[in-house]
């Protein structure tokens, strides 16, 4: 009797453990609201087919997937956008779900006011999360409209020159009085590119985060570049800036944007990844 109760009792604990996510497979990185995603760009001499291989190779299950990323012949030479064909758009999600990947959203758009009419539906369609997008200044109105239309969120991005919204104050010039759906895809590194600091400018911007492109970068070289490395091993101070989105309860996605050894990053990226779990295990 006392056997069988054992039994029962190491039973019942397996069940539990699985139920509750402690899952053996080392292939899902979670921790609490933050999730990790791949940031298709990363793979860019790739086709979309092998981005989505090597962000199922790294184990993640989240992707976005950056407009004109050749999609390669098994979809008759197409590029990722708003022309797909429906039947290409339900050919690609189902490819995703095949390696337990959701298309989150797609990055960076910068589109002429009468393209955004063509966005956000296809963005619906691919049932996206939100777009990342850094859109003329003058087409806010339709941004903001479409955005509510839809229910899509919009991120804004952050690119390293001064035509973009480079630094919060801008962004909160354009945003602070608009919907909700909108906010910022930070860039931490394209931050540190035009002096910015990381830290302040996210508190600058808390409440209105919506993702990130998520990095780590080198000291400048002698022409001024700086060049991605594995996540805390530069000079982003990328547990601080982990411990300061913990404070603002941040609830979103990571994603990945690796812009270095183009031809086989993903020795860096699995490297970057176990600094996030052991960072993320360790603060949250």
């Known amino acids: 009797m006392k056997t069988k109760l054992l039994t029962l009792v190491a039973f019942a604990s397996i069940v539990l453990f699985y139920s509750c996510g402690g899952s053996t497979n080392a292939n899902t990185y979670r921790s609490g609201d933050w999730e990790l995603s791949m940031q298709s760009y990363t793979f860019h001499l790739f086709t979309v087919p092998e981005a989505l291989d090597k ?9 976005e997937i950056y407009p ?18 429906l039947d290409q758009q339900d050919q690609l999600k189902e490819l995703a779900a095949s390696k337990n990947i959701k298309i989150i959203s797609s ?23 939100f777009i990342s997008a850094e859109p003329a200044r003058e087409d806010w109105d339709v941004v903001e409209s479409l955005a509510n239309e839809y229910n899509i969120k919009v991120a804004v991005h952050n690119h390293p020159n001064e035509n973009s919204y480079w630094k919060p104050e801008i962004l909160l010039d354009y945003i602070r009085d608009r919907s909700s759906l909108i906010g910022s895809c930070a860039d931490i590194g394209h931050y540190k590119r035009m002096s910015v600091d990381p830290i302040p400018a996210l508190r600058e911007l808390e409440g209105r985060l919506i993702s990130f492109h998520f990095k780590d970068i080198a000291e400048p070289d002698s022409d001024g570049n700086f060049e991605d490395v594995v996540w805390g ?39 970057s990844i176990e600094y996030y779990k052991t960072i993320s295990e360790s603060i949250l």
């Open 68 to 85: 004109g990323q050749r999609m390669g012949p098994e979809f008759n030479d197409a590029v990722f956008g708003y022309n797909l064909t």
């Open 233 to 271: 091993t530069g000079i982003l101070n990328v547990k601080d800036i982990l411990e300061e989105l913990v404070r603002q309860n941040f609830k979103g996605y990571f994603t990945i944007e690796y812009e270095a050894d183009w031809e086989n990053n993903l020795p860096q990226i699995k490297e």
């Open 55 to 63: 962000t199922a190779e790294l184990g993640l299950n989240f992707i």
């Open 107 to 129: 990055s960076v758009w910068t589109a002429n006011r009468d393209e955004w009419a063509q966005v956000f539906p296809f963005a619906k369609n691919m049932e996206m999360e």
